[in-house]
């Protein structure tokens, strides 16, 4: 079975450039997650949808970052402007269950420059 | 300030030895998790832990969840050099339904 599909696995910008990250999640999972890992911070949570409804978005850092889940199958992160302090991997989850296991993709690693 | 506090930070040693990484913190979680993640891939999970004094085993390694379930730790038997990797832990308090905050990480790595 495909695991979580995440595109690009890399991008690098300049600063002030729009990113969109995005996400695939496994086929009849219900919930998907969206994180960010850095050295300084570790793997913090940014926003959480259950049946493409965002449920939680209090980790989103500010108004340039947006999230939308259009569809079961598609989610797409947004950074708009873009600056050297989003650099980071971000990785996106999928759950039938968040309480029990969820499943991660291999992650973006976005550089801004 | 982190909500789960791992240690060590690093930690490199032979084939053959034993290891213990902890996973601290001063909330109650209602349920712990440890993951491991592998360069350039997301973590993938190892075990979820839910009672208070919970001893989990998977194969080499053992997974115990205080008493008090504020933490937490993973023992290896035996390492071996495909046990290295960043060890997370992640737990979820009771007023997080479904969100897992995840601590800084322990690096561990195991020469042959």
Not at chain 1, 9 to 15: I, K
Not at chain 1, 24 to 36: C, M, V
Not at chain 2, 74 to 96: E, F, K, M, N, V
Request: glycine content about 8%.
């Amino acid at each position: 079975d495909a695991g979580v599909i995440q595109s690009p696995r890399h991008e690098v910008t300049e600063m002030g450039q729009e990113v969109t990250l995005r996400c695939k999640p496994i086929s009849g999972h219900d919930y998907l997650f969206w994180y960010r890992q850095t050295m300084m911070r570790g793997l913090e949570l940014l926003i959480y949808f259950n049946n493409n409804v965002p449920i939680d978005d209090s980790g989103m850092p500010e108004d340039r970052f947006s999230a939308k889940m259009p569809n079961a199958s598609f989610s797409t992160l947004k950074i708009q402007p873009s600056e050297p302090r989003d650099s980071a991997v971000y990785f996106c989850a999928s759950s039938w269950d968040p309480l029990r296991s969820q499943h991660f993709g291999d992650g973006t690693r976005l550089s801004i420059l | 300030t982190q909500l789960l506090e791992q240690s060590p930070q690093f930690l490199s040693i032979q084939e053959g030895e034993n290891l213990t990484v902890y996973c601290n913190s001063s909330s109650v979680f209602s349920s712990l998790q440890w993951y491991r993640q592998e360069p350039g891939e997301g973590p993938v999970l190892l075990v979820t832990v839910v009672t208070g004094g919970e001893v989990k085993k998977l194969k080499r390694l053992t997974f115990q969840f205080g008493d008090a379930r504020k933490d937490s730790s993973l023992h290896i038997t035996a390492a071996q050099p495909g046990d290295t990797g960043l060890y997370l832990c992640a737990g979820r308090t009771t007023d997080s339904w479904g969100k897992f905050q995840f601590g800084a990480g322990t690096q561990v790595v195991v020469t042959p």
